[in-house]
Nanobody, 120 residues
Framework: QVQLVESGGGLVQPGGSLRLSCAVS????????MGWYRQAPGKQRELVAS???????NYLDSVKGRFTISRDNAKTAVYLQMNSLKPDDTAVYYC??????????????WGQGTQVTVSS
């Protein structure tokens, strides 16, 4: 069974940094795009950043220049380095990945979410 396990959230002061990690476990054929979403209280979930299997990246405008998404060489983990954090970045962050359980069966999986709180 495929699972996404996240870590790295927490409380940080404005201007600080955090690094989120998401590891994929279980048996699978391949992983295509991986990404990070976030959802603040009373708001819709939004895509923060994504990275393809060929390492092409895409970012939400409000995090460009502050956040960096990456994935490891084995392509079984994705990371989000968050610098210059602002109170508006406070949200639950979710890892998402498009994973093939077989050659022709790709599905989207979600992590359990990790809280990021930016406050003085």
């Amino acid at each position: 069974q495929v699972q996404l396990v996240e870590s790295g959230g927490g409380l940080v002061q404005p201007g600080g940094s955090l690094r989120l990690s998401c590891a994929v476990s279980g048996s699978f054929f391949a992983i295509k795009v991986m990404g990070w979403y976030r959802q603040a209280p009373g708001k819709q979930r939004e895509l923060v950043a994504s990275i393809t299997s060929s390492f092409a990246t895409n970012y939400l405008d409000s995090v460009k220049g502050r956040f960096t998404i990456s994935r490891d060489n084995a392509k079984t983990a994705v990371y989000l380095q968050m610098n210059s954090l602002k109170p508006d970045d406070t949200a639950v962050y979710y890892c998402n990945a498009n994973i093939g359980v077989s050659r022709y069966d790709f599905r989207f999986y979600w992590g359990q979410g990790t809280q990021v709180t930016v406050s003085s």
